[in-house]
């Protein structure tokens, strides 16, 4: 089953990475990237691991 991403979900992420790139990862976009995606595990009924792998491979890899 393919893990469908919100764009919401993609931003939060996008933004958390391009931090990460810069040396500047906030404690608050993690925490605001970790909660998205726990939320959307559970709405969606989803492993939270895998759509935070999804996620990140998504931004981090769009090649793939």
């Known amino acids: ?22 040396g ?3 404690v608050a976009t993690a925490e605001a990237v970790q909660a998205a995606i726990t939320a959307h595990a559970e709405a969606t009924g989803q492993s939270r691991f895998d759509v935070e792998a999804a996620l990140k ?5 769009p090649e793939d």
């Open 24 to 26: 500047a990862l906030t």
């Open 1 to 22: 089953m393919a893990i469908e991403l919100t764009d919401e979900l993609i931003r939060l992420e996008e933004a958390a990475w391009a931090e990460q790139q810069a």
């Open 57 to 61: 491979k998504h931004v981090r890899h």
